[in-house]
């Protein structure tokens, strides 16, 4: 790890938001007076009642977290309709295609026209608040169109990523039993096209709640429309008017459930609701890009993702800033194309993942410096470990040492980044994602959950609350509690294990449990073997990460087959194979080992820990494996290994 401080340089911090003096005085007053500092904070969204009560927080027995609670307002008005009267006419939205010849620019006028549209077609759908609307859209403005929309009229939103495949899709309908369908005929991406209607249909088979599905046409590819349930998205839009009244929301009320992956089980809904989601959206966006009004801003992430959700769209545009939403992938048509929309849209501030700058690392220095990137200002870093050496290509290629780099450290629950620089406040070290923002309190504890002070590294806790985080696992508060109040009780545990140094910086080092980190995306390791035992010929499956240069992880499967079946590389095939199409694309294992045995205990229990070690080819720190049922299981596996 590099221990490198890299100084805040004068240029950029003049003029910023929060200096280090001002990072430290609102740090102090953020702890010394929550409820004045969060009251203040409230104030850069818009409000049709004011917020009185600002935190009622528990973090014991049943678990409540409620911010502002009797304040009322609609994400939408403070994304769209109060910027009308002071930058009706700023773009709002800058749409960059797939193909590099088309773009769009959307001013904040007519995007408010066209998320009225919506919201008048979803109510004369019959949507109310509350009902749960599910999006599967590829990255066009539609995306973000929905989205407000359905915040417009209370409609509780649930993105699928357009990526997952008919089946991840059916679930996450049935479990938030959503009544509308949001997609497109099909999406782009790398110049390959995405059969979203098809899959939808596909998934509809099983999912009865749904009863209307709004169909964007985006590549004119044909599909089948049902009818009496499909509908075009213009043929119900352009009829209706360019006003429409937002629902008054209480800021509990829910603003959007997202499915993410656990250790256990199937993915969970995440619960964020409307006033302290808001707020954070607009304060870290703010605090932690610098944002200027004027500037492009440009997070690279899918809105299927919370990055989308919070840095694409909820955060910038309640900021009133220009966002850029890109459709296509970093390599194509070729590895500069990142930084040729730099160039074209003159980008100020730009947000991408580790593993894409990992994968633009690898193809040397010459397709970034073919383009200026002279607009840059910032760099964000986003959705997994960044390593010292992508950091620093990062830090000196693409930002040519200009350019602070933001390493943004939250989840989907956290609903915004809680650890990270701010660019003209906080000495940035390669690697770590610093410290933590003012009003979040992050700790270290150990395995008995004991504070650690100091330097240590441990598991990295919350030890009380913001106003942007979950509030609940939709429909199973008991797995809200047991899953993130239950290892450490009072204290919201993350997940995540963490080292602190003696500057106080925190460094991510990744999952403590058994999720796994793809590329940025986040998944169950269970999923992947459920998927995994639903073929035929499995008999058992366990799945653990690896390390890979590129994703950070990649995906290692041991599997069992069933008595009498043939281990061969054609059926490998046909497993991988078979996990894209149960789950999607981004669960396609990188290596299979065929596994007469798995390392059980007596009692039956898989040790992951031996798993992970052969995985890695780290055979020599194995350790005891004396209390297995059956030690020589390990020799096999290792003897075997992938790889
Ligand atoms: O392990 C951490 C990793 O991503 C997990 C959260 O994944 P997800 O909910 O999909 O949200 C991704 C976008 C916020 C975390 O538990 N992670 C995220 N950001 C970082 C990170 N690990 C290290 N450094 C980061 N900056």
Redesign the pocket.
Known sequence: MSDDLIAVKPAVAAGTHVDAARHAAMTAEAIADPNGFWRREAGRIAWMTTPTQIKDVDFTGDVHIRWYADGVLNASVSCLDRHLATRGDQVAIIWEGDDPASDAKITYRELHARVCRLANALRAQGVKKGDRVTIYLPMIVEAAVAMLACARVGAVHSIVFGGFSPDSLATRIQESESTILLTADEGRRGGRKVALKANADEALKSCPTITSVIVARNTGGAVEMQDGRDYWWSDVCDSQPAECMPEPMNAEDPLFILY?SGSTGKPKGVLHTTGGYMVWASYTHELVFDYRPGEVYWCTADVG???GHTYIVYGPLANGATTLMFEGVPNYPDVGRFWQVVDKHKVNIFYTAPTAIRSLMREGEAPVRKHSRASLRILG??????NPEAWLWYYRVVGDERCPVV????????GGIL??PLPGAVAQKPGS?TLPLPGVLPALVDGEGKLMEGAAEGNLVLLDAWPGMMRTVYGDHARFVQTYFSTFPGMYF???GARRDADGYYW?T??VDD?I?VA???MGTAEIESALVAHTKVAEAAVVGMPHDIKGQGIYAYVTLKTGIEPTDALKKELIAWVRKEIGPIATPDAIQWAPGLPKTRSGKIMRRILRKIAANEVDGIGDTSTLADPTVVTDLVDNRVG
């Open positions: 993410t993702w919370v990055t870093s986003v959705g997994e470990p960044i390493d943004t450290w939250w989840q989907t629950e956290t650890i990270s994602a993350t997940g995540d991510i990744g999952r999720v980190n940025g995306h986040r």
